[in-house]
C-alpha cells in the first residue's frame, strides 16, 4: 500500500483503508463484518437503516458513510452495539408487516437473515400493523409493501445502475413509502424484470413475479450461514443480489 | 388535460428558467394558485423541468402546506403546540368544527374552507393561535373562533379577521398584523438600535479574516440551539475550496415554544441583514438566503421591502457601502411547513428544491453546502449577535454573559406565568432569577430548550441558563403545578412522530414506540419493566438516529424518567409476584380479532390490487 494509506483500529485490530474508502470498506476488506442493510456494493452510500452504527472515537456513526481516517478508534462488535442493532431490527420488523413462515423471499431475505445473525427471538416492541398497499399492475414485478424497509436499494439501483427512475419515496414519516415513478402503478413506468433495482431488495418488498419457490426453502442463501460470513471468511466482498 | 393548468405551470416554471432547482418556489406557488398541486399538475412540473415525476411527488408530499387534494379557498391552521393546548385549544378546534360541519383535516363539501391542525407557529405568547392562509390570529376564544368563520363566511377574507393592529412592525402596512411583539426586556446585543450600514462599514474597514477573529475574540456561538462557535465556523467556509459560496439565514425557527426570531424578523431586520453582510464579506460569498418558515409568510412583504430599500441605500449589491468588489445580495426562499427543515443540511435540501431530507456528514455544509458550495448556516439571532460584535467591538461583546457563554441571549417564554413574551438577557442569568420576571414561580416544571431539550423540575431552577448548564435555542416554556408531565412528554412525541422524516429506523419507529409505551403508562397500564423498556429505547434512538431530531426526540421522556421519577411510578400497575399484571386478556383478544380479521383479507382478494 501506499504511504497515504490510512491505519486506524476496530476493536482493538488494525486496519487498513485507502483515502476515500469509509470505515465499512476497510472493515470488509479486513474481513470484519459490520452489520448492514441499506448499504450495497456498488451504490451509493445511503445511512438510513443505521444498522452499522459503529462508535468511532466514543461517538456514534453509520459506518457506510463515515469516511475511515487515521488513528481513529472504531468500536463495532461490542455487546451495547449488538443491542443497538438488535433493537433496530426489531424495530424494522415491527414497523411492517413480516410473515416469515409464507414469504417466498425467506431463506434469502436480509432483514430475516440479520434477525437470526444478531439473536433476535420475538420483538420485543408491539406489532405496529400498518396498512400498506400493494402494487401488482406490472406484469412481471410487484411492489409488496407490507415488507419495504425504506432502504432506496432499489431507488438507487435504478438511477445509478439501470439509468432508470422507477422509484422514488413520497411522504415523511411514519408515513414515508416507496412509490413508482408514476400517477398510475409500476406498471406506466419503464422497469423491467431484469433492472439492478428488482434485484437490489433485501426483502420480499419488490420481487419478480412467478419465481417465488424456483429455490426450496433449504436451499436458500442464509439457510445454513448467518449473513455476513462471506466478509468474515475473508472472501470477496459479496454482492448480496446473487 | 386542463388548459388553463397546462399554461399556469408552463409559466410559472419558465418564470424561473424551469429550473427544478426552484422547485419549492414552483410547488408553492401551483398550491397558491390551484390550492393543491394536483397528480397532473406534478406531471406537467416534471415534464417542464425535466426530472422524474416521482422527485417533484415526494416534494409535494413531504411538506405540510403543500397538498395533491385541493384545499379550501382559506385554510385554517389551528396551532397544535403544547400551551396553545393548555390554554383551550381542542375547545377551540371543536367550535371551529361545529360551526363548519366538518372535522379537523376536512374541508367544507363547498370547497370553501379546510380546517387542520399544525405544529407550533411560533406565537405561543398569545395562544392559542391559528393561521386563516398567511394571517395569524391571536388569543382566541370558542367564542371568537364562532365570529371568526362567520365573517370568513360572510367576506372570504382573512385579513378582515385583524381587528387590532399588533405593536411595533406589526402595525407597518406591509404587515398589517394583530402579532404582539410582547417585548419585555431589552438588552444591549439585539435590542439597541443601529445606525444603517453602521456594523457593516467597520467590518468592511477590516480583512475578512480580521473579521473571523474578532467574532472568534467574542467567543460568539450559535443561537439555534447546537452552539456551534461562529467564528470557526465561517473560518472553515473561507478556508473551503471553491469560489462561489453562500451564507444561510435560517429563520425556519420550528421548535415549539421559540419565537424569538419572529421578534427579530419584525423589529431588527436590518441588524440581521448587516450580519448576513458581514458573514458574506468574512466567507467570500456574494449571495445570501433567507430561508422563512411558512409560518411567517405574513412578513414576506415587509421584509423584501427592507431589502430593496437597503440596495437602495447601497447596502446590498454591488459594492457594498462603497467597497470596490464586494457584491452581496439576499433574497428570500419560502418554506412549506416542516420542521426538520431548520436542521441545517435539511434547510439546504430544501433550497435546494428537495424533499427536506437532512444530508449525510462529512461532508459538512462549511465544505459542500447549498448546491455543493461551501455554505455559512447561521440562526437569525447569531447573525444579529455578529453584527453588533462588529459594531461594539469583540472585547465589549465577551464581556457580557458567562465566561463559557459570551453576550445574551432571547429567551421566548410561554406557558404558566404573567408576563409571557422576548426576554433578552445576559448568559449566566438562574432560572429563577428568569422564572420571576416572567411572573412564573409557581412552576412545577420547565421545558428549556424545546422539545429537543429537556424538562427541568424545581431542583434545577438555581441553575445558569448558558450553554454549560441549560442550555436553549430560545425556548423556555413553563409549566405550573397543575399539569401533568406525562401529558406533555406524549405531546411532543407526536410532534415528533409528525415531523420527522423517515429517512432512518431508529427515529421514524423509535419514536412512535415510545409514544406508545408512555401513552400506556399514563393511561395506568404500565407495569415497572416499562421504565427499563423506555430507557433502552430512548438510548438507542438518541444514539443511532441520524441527526439531531432523532438524537434529541427522547430527551423529555429520558428527562422526566430522572426527574419527574414518581409522575411515572404512581401510574404503574401494582404487581403482586412476577406475573403481568399490565396484561389484558381482553385487549389481546380484541387484538386478536382484528389480526384475524386482517389476515383474511390478504386472502380474500379486498386488498387493493393495482
Ligand atoms: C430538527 C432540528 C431543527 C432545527 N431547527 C432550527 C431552527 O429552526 N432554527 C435554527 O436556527 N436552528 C435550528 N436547528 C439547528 C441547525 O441545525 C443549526 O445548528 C443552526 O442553524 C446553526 O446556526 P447557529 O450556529 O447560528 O446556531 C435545528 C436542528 C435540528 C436537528
Ligand atoms: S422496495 Fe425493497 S429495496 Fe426498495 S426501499 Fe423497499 S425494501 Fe428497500
Ligand atoms: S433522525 Fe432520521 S428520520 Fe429523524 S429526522 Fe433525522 S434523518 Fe429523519
Ligand atoms: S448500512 Fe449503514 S445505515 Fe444502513
Known sequence: ?242 | MDETLKKAVEEICQARGNDAGAMMDIVRQVQARFRGVSEEAIDLIAAQCHVPRVDVAGVVSFYAFLSTASKGQVVIRLCDDVIDRMYGAVAIAEAFSHELGIEMGQTTPDGKITLEWAPCMGLSDQAPAALVNDVPVTHLSTDKARHLIQSLRRYMDPSRLVERLGDGNNAHELVGAMVMNNVRKVGPVIFAPLGPGEAMKKALAMSPAEVIRDVKTARLRGRGGAGFPTGIKWEFTRAAAGSKKYVLCNADEGEPGTFKDRVILTEQPDLLAEGMAIAGYAIGADEGILYLRAEYAYLRRFLEQVLQRRREAGLLGKDVCGKKGFNFDIRIQMGAGAYICGEETSLISSCEGTRGDPKNRPPFPAQKGYRGCPTVVNNVETFCCAARVLEKGAGWFAQLGSPGSAGTKLLSISGDCLRPGVYEVEFGIKLTEVLRMAGGQEAQAVVVGGPSGQIVSAADFERPICYDHLATGGSLMIFGPQRDVLEIVEHFLDFFIEESCGYCTPCRVGNVLMKERVARIRSGKGELADLGYLERLGQTIKTASRCGLGQTSPNPMLSTLRKFRSAYDSRLVQQAGPFQSAFDIQAALAQAKEVQGRASVLFSGERHHR
Not at chain 1, 74 to 92: C, F, G, K, P, T
Not at chain 1, 93 to 101: S, T
Open chain 1, 1 to 242: 500500500m501506499s504511504d497515504k494509506t490510512i491505519t486506524f483500529t476496530i476493536d482493538e485490530v488494525e486496519v487498513k483503508a485507502r483515502p476515500g474508502q469509509t470505515i465499512m470498506e476497510a472493515a470488509d476488506e479486513a474481513a470484519i463484518y459490520i452489520p448492514r442493510l441499506c448499504s450495497l456494493k456498488g451504490l451509493s452510500p445511503f445511512g438510513a437503516c443505521r444498522v452499522c452504527t459503529v462508535l468511532v472515537n466514543g461517538r456514534p456513526q453509520s459506518s457506510c458513510t463515515q469516511p475511515a481516517a487515521p488513528g481513529i478508534v472504531v468500536e463495532n462488535a461490542s455487546e451495547r452495539l449488538h443491542d443497538i442493532r438488535q433493537d433496530i431490527v426489531e424495530m424494522l420488523f415491527v414497523e411492517g408487516n413480516h410473515f416469515c413462515m409464507f414469504c417466498e423471499k425467506s431463506g434469502n431475505c436480509e432483514l430475516q437473515a440479520m434477525g437470526y445473525r444478531l439473536g433476535m427471538m420475538e420483538p420485543k416492541y408491539p406489532r405496529l400493523w400498518p396498512r400498506r398497499e400493494l402494487d401488482a399492475s406490472h406484469p412481471d414485478i410487484f411492489i409488496d409493501r407490507d415488507r419495504c424497509i425504506l432502504c432506496a436499494r432499489c431507488i438507487r439501483a435504478s438511477r445509478e445502475q439501470d439509468g432508470k427512475h422507477i422509484l422514488g419515496f413520497l411522504g415523511r414519516g411514519p408515513h414515508k413509502r416507496v412509490t413508482p415513478d408514476s400517477s398510475d402503478g409500476l406498471v406506466q413506468t419503464d422497469a423491467a424484470v431484469a433492472d439492478a433495482a428488482v434485484a437490489a431488495c433485501p426483502v420480499g418488498s419488490l420481487m419478480r413475479k412467478r419465481v417465488g419457490f424456483g429455490i426450496p426453502i433449504g436451499q436458500r442463501k442464509y439457510d445454513h450461514r448467518p449473513i455476513g460470513s462471506d466478509i468474515e471468511s475473508g472472501a470477496e466482498v459479496p454482492d448480496e443480489r446473487k
